[in-house]
C-alpha cells in the first residue's frame, strides 16, 4: 500500500491565516488584557515583546522547521527526527486531545451567546443566569448532574462545523474557512473596539492598561508572566504548527511566516487589551467605581462582566453584543479546528488513512467525550482540567521539546539549515541561544513555579480529591499515553521521507559548505 | 489619560503593529524579488 501524497495549502497566506486562527483563540481576548494589567501596565510591553523575539517566534521557526523538514504530524515528525523522539509527538496529541475535548464546550457557549445577545437574555444578572439558568451547574465539584441541552444543542453544532471543515480537508476545508473566518473576526473586532474606546470613560480604562510601572521590570515574575503568555497564546507544542508546517510546499518562507504569525498574533492581543480595557472603563464610569474594582478574565471576563457592560451600551446593545460574542465564536472555532486537525493528521499518518476516514474515527468519538462538559457539573471539570492541562502538560511538553532538540538529540544546527535554505530571513546564532538557553530557562522556571503552587496552594475551592482526579491524573495519563502509543510500530513506507526535502537537504549543505 | 499612558500605547503600537507591517513589507519585497528572478 502506497502513502498517499500529502495535501498542500493553497498558497502561503492561506497557511499564515490558519497559523494565525490557530494562535488568535479565547485567550488572547480574556486573558492578554488582565495579564498586562497585573504585570505593570503599559511597562509589560518591554518584555511581552522581548519574550517575542526570543522565544514566541523562534519556538514558531523551530516547529515550522520540524513540520516542513519532516512532513508529517507531530509523531510522524518526531519519529523521523530521532527514532526516539515520536513520544513526544504522541504527548502533544495526547495534549491537543483533551483540550479539544472542553475547548468545543467553551466555543458552544459563545454561540449560544451569540444568540443571547440578541435580546439581552441574561437581564439584570448575568452572574446568575449563566452559572444557574444557562449551565444548571451542580453545587458539589466532581457531580455530573445530568446533560444541559441548552449546552448540548450548540455542542452539536460547533462539533458539526468543525467535521464539516476537515472533512473538505487542508485546502478546501482549514484554508478556505480561515480565509472567512480571520478577516470577518478582525474587522468585527476593529469595530468593536472602536465603539468601546468612544465610549464615556473609556480614557479611564485605557490609562489603567497603559499606565506604566517601570518597577516592575525589575520584577523576575513579570517577566516569566510575558514568556508564559507569549508560550500560551502562539498554539506552540501541543503539534499544531508541527502539523500545518507539514502541508507547506517546498519552497516557502518558514522564518518570515514565523515573524507574521507571531506580530499578527500580538497584534490582536494588543487590540484585544484596548478594547477590553476601553470597556472596563466604561463600567466603571458608569458605577461610579474604580477601574481596578471592575478587572476580570477568562469566563468570568466574557460571560459576566462584558454582559454586564453591553446592557449598560447607549444603544445597539444586541449589536454590540452579538458582533462580541460571535467574535469569540470565530476565535474559538479557528483554534478549535486546528486543534482536532493535530490529532486527525496524527491518526491519519499512523494508520495509513485518508483525511475523511481519521476526521469520523477521530472527531466523532472526541464529540461525545467533550459531552462530559456539557453536564451540570461540567464547568468544573473543565475548569480544573484546563488548569492542569496547561500549567503542567504543555509548558512541560514545551520545556521537553525544547531540552530534547537542543541539548539530548543537538538537532537545533541541522533544523536551523533547513530553515535557513528555504527561508528569505536566516536565523542567526539569537535563534540557537534562544532555544537552547533562554526559553528551557523561562519555561523550567515558570513549570517549577507551576508546581509549587498546584502543590502547596492547590487549585481554587476544589476538594483534593477532584484535583487529583481531574487534574494530576489526566496530566499524568497524557504522558503516559503518549509513551504508549510510541510503542505502535509505523509501515515502512511511511517512514520514508519524500524526496523534495531530501534534495533540499543536499542542497543547502552543499550551500553551507 | 496621563501623558506617560499615551506614551506608552504610542510606544507599544509602534513596537507591535510595526513589527507586523515590517514583517508583512519584508515578506512581500521578498516574493516580488524572487518572482523578479524567476521571469529575469
Given amino acids: 500500500m502506497s502513502q498517499p501524497a500529502r495535501e498542500q495549502w493553497g498558497t502561503r497566506a492561506g497557511f499564515l491565516l490558519a497559523a494565525i486562527g490557530s494562535a488568535i483563540g479565547l485567550g488572547n481576548i480574556w486573558r492578554f488584557p488582565a495579564v498586562a494589567y497585573d504585570n505593570g501596565g503599559g511597562a509589560f510591553f518591554l518584555p511581552y515583546v522581548f519574550a517575542l523575539l526570543t522565544a514566541g517566534i523562534p519556538l514558531l521557526a523551530l516547529e515550522y522547521a520540524i513540520g516542513h523538514r519532516f512532513r508529517g504530524s507531530a509523531p510522524l515528525a518526531f519519529r523521523r527526527l530521532h527514532a526516539r523522539a515520536e513520544w513526544l509527538g504522541w504527548w502533544q496529541i495526547a495534549i491537543s486531545l483533551v483540550i479539544a475535548s472542553y475547548y468545543a464546550v467553551i466555543v458552544a457557549w459563545a454561540g449560544s451567546y451569540t444568540v443571547f445577545a440578541a435580546t439581552e437574555a441574561w437581564a439584570d444578572d448575568p452572574e446568575d443566569f449563566f452559572f444557574g439558568s444557562y449551565l444548571q451547574q451542580t453545587a458539589e465539584a466532581g457531580a455530573l448532574g445530568g446533560l444541559v441541552p441548552a449546552v448540548v444543542v450548540p455542542l452539536v453544532a460547533v462539533w458539526a462545523v468543525v467535521l464539516i471543515v476537515l472533512l473538505r480537508g487542508v485546502r478546501r476545508g482549514i484554508e478556505l474557512a480561515n480565509r472567512i473566518m480571520i478577516p470577518t473576526l478582525v474587522i468585527t473586532f476593529l469595530v468593536l473596539v472602536v465603539r468601546a474606546v468612544s465610549l464615556p470613560g473609556a480614557a479611564g480604562g485605557l490609562d489603567a492598561f497603559f499606565r506604566p510601572d517601570f518597577a516592575g521590570l525589575f520584577d523576575p515574575a513579570v517577566w516569566v508572566a510575558a514568556y508564559g503568555q507569549i508560550f500560551f497564546s502562539l498554539s506552540i507544542a501541543f503539534a499544531i504548527m508541527i502539523t500545518y508546517a507539514s502541508y507547506l510546499p517546498r519552497r516557502t518562507d518558514l522564518t518570515g511566516s514565523g515573524m507574521i504569525a507571531g506580530f499578527a498574533n ?47 451600551f447607549p444603544a445597539l446593545q444586541g449589536l454590540f453584543g452579538v458582533l462580541f460574542f460571535g467574535s469569540l465564536l470565530l476565535a474559538g472555532l479557528s483554534s478549535l479546528i486546528s486543534i482536532v486537525q493535530t490529532v486527525v493528521a496524527a491518526v491519519g499518518d499512523k494508520l495509513g488513512w485518508p483525511q475523511r476516514r481519521a476526521v469520523l474515527v477521530t472527531g466523532l468519538p472526541l464529540a461525545a467525550a467533550s459531552l462530559l462538559y456539557a453536564t451540570r457539573g461540567g464547568v468544573a471539570y473543565l475548569d480544573v482540567v484546563d488548569y492542569f492541562i496547561n500549567g503542567f502538560g504543555i509548558a512541560a511538553a514545551g520545556l521537553v521539546e525544547v531540552v530534547l532538540i537542543a541539548w539530548v538529540l543537538r538537532t537545533l544546527d541541522r533544523l536551523r539549515r533547513h530553515a535557513d535554505g528555504v527561508s528569505d530571513m536566516r536565523l542567526g546564532w539569537w535563534w540557537t541561544i534562544a532555544l537552547g538557553v533562554v526559553t528551557p530557562v523561562m519555561l523550567g522556571y515558570q513549570l517549577l513555579e507551576n508546581l509549587r503552587t498546584a502543590v502547596l496552594a492547590g487549585y481554587g475551592d476544589y476538594p483534593v480529591a477532584f484535583q487529583a482526579g481531574a487534574g494530576w491524573v489526566v496530566a499524568a495519563a497524557v504522558l503516559v499515553a503518549g509513551l504508549a502509543l510510541a510503542r505502535q510500530g509505523w509501515r515502512a513506507d511511511v517512514l520514508q521521507l519524500e524526496d523534495f526535502t531530501v534534495e533540499a537537504d543536499r542542497r543547502f549543505l552543499k550551500d553551507a559548505s | 489619560m496621563s501623558g506617560e499612558a499615551i506614551a506608552t500605547m504610542a510606544a507599544g503600537m509602534l513596537l507591535i503593529w510595526g513589527g507586523l507591517a515590517a514583517s508583512v513589507a519584508h515578506a512581500l519585497r521578498a516574493s516580488r524579488r524572487r518572482r523578479d528572478d524567476r521571469s529575469g
Fill in chain 1, 266 to 312: 500580538a497584534s490582536f492581543e494588543l487590540l484585544a487589551g484596548i478594547g477590553v480595557f476601553a470597556a472596563l472603563g466604561f463600567m466603571a464610569a458608569t458605577q461610579g467605581i474604580a477601574v481596578d474594582e471592575v478587572v476580570a478574565d477568562g469566563i468570568g471576563l466574557a460571560f459576566v462582566v462584558f454582559p454586564e457592560i453591553l446592557s449598560t
